[in-house]
C-alpha cells in the first residue's frame, strides 16, 4: 500500500468523523437539553476514527494470504 493511500483514507476518516461526531453531538444535546461540548466531541471523534481505520487496515493487511504469494 502506497503513503498516499494511506494518507487519503485517513483525512477522509478524519473528515467524516468529525462531520457525523458534530451531528450525534447536537442531536443528544438537543434530546438531553444539554450544551454539549462541540470542540472535545470533534477531538475524541478523530482520534477513534483514526484508530478504528488504522486498525482495521492493519488486521485486514496481515490476513491476507495473496500477499504471502508474491
Same mark, same amino acid.
Given at each position: &500500500?502506497?503513503?498516499?493511500?494511506?494518507?487519503?483514507? !485517513?483525512?477522509?476518516?478524519?473528515?467524516?468523523?468529525?462531520?457525523? $461526531?458534530?451531528?450525534?453531538?447536537?442531536?443528544? $444535546?438537543?434530546?438531553? $437539553? &444539554?450544551?454539549?461540548?462541540?470542540? &472535545?466531541? $470533534?477531538?475524541?471523534?478523530?482520534? &477513534?476514527?483514526?484508530?478504528?481505520?488504522?486498525?482495521?487496515?492493519?488486521?485486514?493487511?496481515?490476513?491476507?494470504?495473496?500477499?504471502? !504469494?508474491?
Amino acid at each position: &500500500m502506497t503513503y498516499m493511500n494511506v494518507l487519503s483514507r !485517513n483525512i477522509m476518516a478524519g473528515i467524516w468523523a468529525l462531520i457525523l $461526531g458534530e451531528v450525534l453531538a447536537y442531536i443528544t $444535546g438537543q434530546l438531553e $437539553g &444539554m450544551t454539549p461540548d462541540y470542540t &472535545m466531541v $470533534g477531538i475524541l471523534a478523530v482520534v &477513534m476514527a483514526l484508530i478504528a481505520v488504522n486498525a482495521v487496515t492493519a488486521i485486514t493487511e496481515s490476513a491476507n494470504p495473496a500477499k504471502d !504469494n508474491k
